[in-house]
C-alpha cells in the first residue's frame, strides 16, 4: 500500500465582496472616460518655476548663499 495517500481538494467558494465593490466595477469605464478628467501633461521646469515664483528662500535656503 502507499504511504501517501492524495485525497482531491474541494474548492471554495470565492470571498463575499463589499456592495461597494460591485459598484465600483460597474461604474469604472465610466468615471475613467469622464470629461472632467485631464489628461496628464508635460510640464516645462522654467514655465513651473515661474508660475510659482520660485525664490531660495522658499527652499530654506539663504540668497547668496
Known amino acids: 500500500m502507499a504511504d501517501k495517500i492524495e485525497i482531491p481538494r ?3 467558494d470565492p470571498k463575499p465582496r463589499r456592495p ?5 466595477a460597474r ?3 465610466k468615471w475613467a472616460n469622464s470629461a472632467g478628467l485631464q489628461k496628464p501633461h508635460e510640464v516645462d521646469c522654467d514655465d513651473l518655476a515661474s508660475r510659482l515664483e520660485w525664490s531660495p ?3 530654506g535656503g539663504r540668497a547668496g548663499e
Do not use: F, M, T
Not at 20 to 24: A, H, M, P, R
Open 10 to 12: 474541494i474548492p471554495r
Open 20 to 24: 461597494s465593490y460591485d459598484n465600483v
Open 27 to 29: 461604474n469604472i469605464e
Open 57 to 59: 528662500s522658499l527652499a
